[in-house]
């Protein structure tokens, strides 16, 4: 588990450091003061730079390239925004590193034709590439994950910045140990992807327990994949049964606050043990009724399968949602902090359970 965190030469951090992270942790802060980018960080870290993983990061800010080919144009992510200062020359590096070092991830440009590449195996990726591409690689991306050099997951890059992740390897970590939860999940196609990984790893209970929790009687969930509609307003395909009913009922008929907690406990179940979840906007759609329920189903399920979970906020309810909690039950203090981002310092502020208790009881404005 991460337990500290330090970004240096990553997007727009020269240099930042997160102290007492713990199970859960909560990241506030005025707009564009990195929270995306310390979630990218962690999932890149995380992930073992998976490629997937760093195409995923790219094109998501819309940091893509359209380079010609041989087999007609390729829309490739591009390195460059990645790097503080977004210059792609030799020498450029980002490093990513968890307590003690432990786990870390640095990654260096060098020159595809210089001295430092020494590989065949990189000297035959260069030509594939060049094959790919129609062009030359003009720098490669040398990835060391965990003090293990990895060379034939070296990137080639293009003149332009770009990078085709088909020739750039996988990385050693699964995927289904790093899960991002996006507006997207609520998609019902994309619940039902995951509703099929969770029943074939046998964890239904895990979605289901929390929704009895939260609406006494419901004891089934069905997907119907004839039905399930490709619009996150449209709940149909989703249904529940309910003790005492002769049949399921549309998910609809309970709300869509609901709905909302039924992807999120989708997106923990179907991220296994010793796993990292990433929740982007964790309250979005959520009345601030339920935001002491939003925490309670997030921290017990964190804490009982062994998910390290970062999700980020702008909302007031949703920090007073997790006093509340952390107050009625303080046995869960422990396992939340609340790390407070700010542009112009080079660490975060952490507050544990305590100090987000007595900010909100006292009116103290703690998002920036």
Not at 339 to 354: E, F, I, N, T
Request: aromatic share 4%.
């Amino acid at each position: 588990m991460i337990e500290t965190l330090t970004i240096e030469g990553f997007r727009r951090f020269e240099q930042y450091r997160l102290e007492g992270i713990r199970r859960v942790n909560l990241l506030v802060g005025r707009n564009n003061c990195g929270k995306s980018t310390v979630l990218e960080a962690v999932r890149l870290l995380a992930s073992s730079f998976d490629t997937d993983v760093l195409n995923d990061v790219c094109t998501r800010r819309g940091e893509v390239v359209t380079v010609p080919g041989e087999n007609g144009d390729r829309r490739l992510p591009v390195l460059a925004h990645l790097f503080h200062g977004h210059e792609l020359v030799a020498g450029a590096c980002f490093h990513i590193k968890s307590v003690n070092e432990r786990h870390e991830l640095k990654v260096a440009m060098l020159d595809a034709h210089g001295d430092e590449v020494v590989d065949q195996s990189i000297r035959d990726r260069r030509a594939e590439f060049a094959q790919l591409v129609g062009q030359l690689p003009r720098l490669l991306a040398q990835v060391v994950v965990d003090k293990q050099e990895c060379p034939k997951r070296a990137v080639p890059v293009t003149q332009e910045g770009g990078f085709s992740p088909g020739l750039a390897g996988r990385s050693r970590a699964p995927l289904a140990n790093v899960r991002l939860v996006t507006p997207e999940v609520l998609l019902p196609k994309a619940m039902g992807t995951m509703w099929d990984h969770v029943v074939t790893a046998s964890r239904k209970a895990r979605v289901v327990k929390p929704l009895s929790d939260l609406v006494p009687g419901i004891d089934d969930l069905h997907f119907s994949l004839r039905h399930l509609a490709v619009d996150h307003r449209d709940l149909g395909g989703v249904e529940v049964h309910v003790a005492g009913e002769d049949k399921f009922l549309p998910l609809g008929n309970f709300g869509e606050g609901l709905y909302r907690l039924l992807a999120l406990s989708l997106s923990i179940a179907a991220t296994d043990e010793d796993g990292t979840l990433l929740i982007d906007e964790i309250d979005t759609g959520l009345h601030y009724s339920i935001m002491e329920d939003l925490w309670r189903l997030v921290i017990h399920q964190a804490v009982a399968h062994d998910i390290q979970v970062f999700a980020t906020t702008h909302s007031r309810d949703c920090l007073d949602g997790l006093a509340r909690l952390c107050r009625n039950e303080p046995q869960h203090a422990a396992n939340v902090s609340v790390q407070k981002l700010d542009r112009g310092l080079r660490k975060a502020v952490a507050l544990d359970a305590s100090d987000v208790i007595i900010a909100a009881e006292q009116d103290i404005e703690v998002r920036g």
